[in-house]
């Protein structure tokens, strides 16, 4: 197997690379050495690596910034996947790539299912919309997981900005209005790499996150109760519960961002484990 990796230094790229390692050679490319927002220099670059697998762990992820610069956050979220589900059906390759719960309102009282229309709040969410048209679009092998809540020992993430927040103060305030599931980016990669190792797999679009739910207040409190407990922090700063609405940001949050996960199971026979189990092994694991 010859898989083409983009995102390598990302906080997904990092775990990929290493679960991937053991399917065959994988070819990672970070930005600085592929920059998804170069169309050209991207076939290029496909066609010089000719993959038998193209995981894209690259996307354009300042969620707030997209509000004002739309172009590019389209150009490497819509554009860039096109061009990889093009080259990949040209190859006859399999596409993997990763979406997000943003691509949802949030006004849906239960967990958002794959048939569920999508209505994007914010610019990245649009972008990232118009990525999982244009795969489809090109109908190639793919595989399209979206997540939610995303986080792991890379990269800028909301566990590690609570844990740089939780040693300086002593209080915090945080958002309680807003539910998800936190899931842990090694989870994602090795599911990832059990999946590319089959031979024969759906084709398709997948709802993949964590199991459970808790809001961004209580995803915190976790944080700091178990990091107390791995001796990651001396004491737990106390958590006040916020709504949105007192948080303002540029671009809106869906405030549901559950994601049933059943026709993964389904398909795959596959699961990840509770949101708060990722969050343990995450900080037994870390080196912060």
């Known amino acids: 197997m010859r898989i083409l990796l983009t995102g390598a230094a990302g906080q997904l790229g990092r775990e990929l690379k290493r679960s991937l390692a053991c399917l065959g050679e994988v070819i990672a490319r970070d930005r600085q050495q592929l920059d998804l927002a170069q169309a050209d220099a991207l076939r290029d670059a496909v066609r010089a690596v000719a993959p038998t697998v193209i995981v894209n762990a690259a996307a354009y ?80 092998r793919h595989l399209i997981f979206r997540t939610s809540w995303v986080y792991g020992l890379h990269g800028a993430n909301f566990m590690k900005t609570m844990l740089r927040l939780g040693r300086e103060r002593s209080e915090l305030r945080v958002i309680g209005d807003q539910f998800g599931a936190p899931t842990w980016t090694r989870h994602l990669a090795d599911v990832t790499a059990l999946i590319a190792a089959r031979k024969e797999v759906p084709n398709g679009l997948y709802h993949l996150a964590a199991a459970g739910e808790t809001s961004w207040h209580g995803y915190a409190e976790a944080i700091f109760a178990e990091a107390q407990r791995a001796g990651l922090i001396d004491k737990a700063p106390v958590v006040h519960r916020i709504a949105s609405a007192n948080y303002p940001l540029p671009a809106p949050r869906p405030a549901n961002s559950r994601l049933d996960c059943a026709k993964f199971r389904r398909d795959f026979g596959l699961a990840l484990p509770d949101w708060r189990t990722g969050l343990v092994d995450c900080l037994a694991d870390s080196r912060f």
């Open 61 to 140: 992820t300042a969620v707030d910034q997209a509000e004002t610069e739309p172009t590019v956050a389209d150009a490497i979220n819509a554009l860039a996947p096109a061009i990889l589900a093009e080259e990949a059906k040209r190859l006859g390759a399999m596409l993997i790539h990763y979406s997000t719960d943003y691509v949802f309102d949030g006004r849906k009282a239960a967990p958002y299912t794959e048939d569920d229309t999508p209505a994007p709040l914010s610019a990245y969410g649009r972008s990232k919309r118009a990525g999982e048209l244009a795969i489809a679009a090109a109908d190639s």
